[in-house]
């Protein structure tokens, strides 16, 4: 079974700052995709960035991006120029394209005004 | 374009009882997955629906089960609830086409307890 491990369960960042955080998963898989949600108090998951293990080139999504290094099993997620309404639970996720997601414990992320 | 709704939105039940959970998917999508998320821990996947089948499970008893309709609407029903089921239930919809991974799109949950 595949296993996300996220450490530092809170984080905090100072607003217009950068924030990363960090992820490591185990998979014998070469072919898989990996994700980062944000769930804010609302509860609902929002899907932040997602990156393919074929693509060597590193996702972005304006103020967000990811360092992926596959042969360490390494996503980390940098938030840059944090926002007020960054502030949320932010899960690092795995799947191996059968649409079945494995979720990390998730890290808060607080944002200083 | 309607979203993925869940129904209730907060429920309480006993240890022992019966519950049912709906989810409502996005229009159309045809693949229905259930998490279960416990305070403080990521989701957990429960079970996949794809076009009225189980289509993939996760570590769970057979108490939890489920349906999906027609619509591609689901339900999921836990039985003889234990004081752990306690949590909040996630639905995601997805449409699955051949090849690829097929973006899933989360309700806002059912928060289940268990007293």
């Known amino acids: 079974a595949q296993t996300v491990t996220q450490s530092q369960p809170e984080m905090s960042v100072q607003e217009a700052e950068t924030v990363t955080l960090s992820c490591t998963y185990d998979t014998s898989e070469s072919d898989y995709y990996l994700f980062w949600y944000k769930q804010p108090p609302s509860r609902q998951m929002i899907l932040v960035i997602r990156q393919e293990a074929y693509k060597q080139q590193n996702a972005t999504e304006n103020r967000f991006s990811v360092n992926f290094q596959k042969a360490a099993k390494s996503f980390s997620l940098k938030i840059s120029d944090s926002q007020l309404g960054d502030a949320a639970m932010y899960f690092c996720?795995?799947?191996?394209?059968?649409?079945?997601?494995?979720f990390g414990k998730g890290n808060q992320v607080v944002v200083i005004p | 374009e309607t979203g993925v709704t869940q129904s209730p939105t907060h429920l309480i039940k006993t240890r022992g009882q019966q519950v049912t959970l709906r989810c409502s998917s996005q229009s159309g999508h045809n693949t229905v997955s259930w998490y279960q998320q416990a305070l403080g821990q990521g989701p957990q996947f429960i079970f996949q629906?794809?076009?009225?089948?189980?289509?993939g499970r996760g570590n769970f008893p057979p108490r939890f089960s489920g349906l999906q309709f027609p619509n591609y609407s689901s339900e999921l029903n836990v039985n003889a609830l234990e004081l752990d089921d306690s949590a909040l239930y996630l639905c995601a919809s997805s449409l699955a086409i051949s090849g690829g991974y097929n973006e899933q799109f989360f309700g806002p949950g059912t928060r289940l307890t268990v007293l």
């Open positions: 629906y794809y076009r009225e089948e189980e289509n």
């Open positions: 996720a795995y799947s191996r394209g059968n649409n079945r997601l494995a």
